[in-house]
């Protein structure tokens, strides 16, 4: 099946630095979301995005769909300690009459105060 | 509307035992699906439910049963849970018959086999 490189797997920043993290693959996607994970929860969606070169925005948030379908990056601008927790990217494609996600393994977010 | 509800929230298990996870959805959404997430793995798709109806694999099914029982639920069943099924599970829900792949997913059963 496709497989989504996230990186970083981690990252530790101070409270009001900007973020920036990506996801790529070796395969063409129609779709690419990114959702966030608090611990203990379910994945929370963020943005969707469903053209090649679309830049979305929410909030501080922004992303975009890579012009080559196969990569997404997410930025966070002047993060805040609510933004910790496990940031997922997730392509999407057409299988039968569902439409599927392969997701990435996650970039864990720590902001420091 | 409570959106994706997933029960039990955590539940142990000993090798060989059975259970059922269910999950229900109030968002009229026509697809379902059953994914496992372990450390540093992502989610990964079990099966899912196109439609009331049907069900298909995923990429990881063996050792899993679903049962979409009416548009509203779509179950996950352990015959014989190993410790490899140790896990977090997650039910999503998306209007698949649109032009979306936007899943929203339950809260999670958090699954320990000894």
């Known amino acids: 099946g496709q497989q989504l490189n996230q990186s970083p797997q981690s990252m530790f920043i101070q409270e009001g630095e900007d973020v920036s993290m990506n996801c790529t693959s070796s395969?063409?996607?129609?779709?690419w979301l990114w959702y966030k994970q608090e611990p203990g929860e379910g994945p929370v969606l963020l943005i969707a995005?469903?053209?090649?070169?679309e830049l979305t925005s929410n909030g501080r948030l922004t992303a975009q769909f890579g012009i080559t379908r196969k990569d997404s990056f997410l930025n966070i601008s002047a993060s805040i300690p609510s933004d910790v927790g496990i940031y997922f990217c997730a392509g999407g494609l057409s299988s039968g009459s569902a439409r599927q996600l392969t997701f990435g393994s996650g970039t864990q977010l720590t902001v420091l105060p | 509307n409570a959106g994706v509800t997933q029960t039990p929230k955590f539940q142990v298990l000993k090798t060989g035992q059975s259970m059922t996870l269910q999950c229900a959805q109030d968002?009229?959404?026509?697809?379902m699906y059953w994914y496992r997430q372990d450390p540093g793995m992502g989610l990964r798709l079990i099966y899912y439910s196109a439609s009331e109806g049907t069900t298909d694999k995923g990429e990881v099914p063996n050792g899993y049963n679903v049962s979409r029982l009416n548009k509203r639920e779509f179950s996950l069943r352990l015959e014989s849970a190993a410790p490899s099924q140790t896990s977090v599970y997650f039910c999503a829900s998306s209007e698949a018959l649109l032009a979306t792949y936007e899943q929203y997913f339950g809260p999670g059963t958090r699954l320990t086999v000894t």
């Open positions: 395969s063409i996607f129609n779709t």
């Open positions: 995005l469903y053209k090649a070169g």
């Open positions: 968002m009229n959404h026509n697809s």
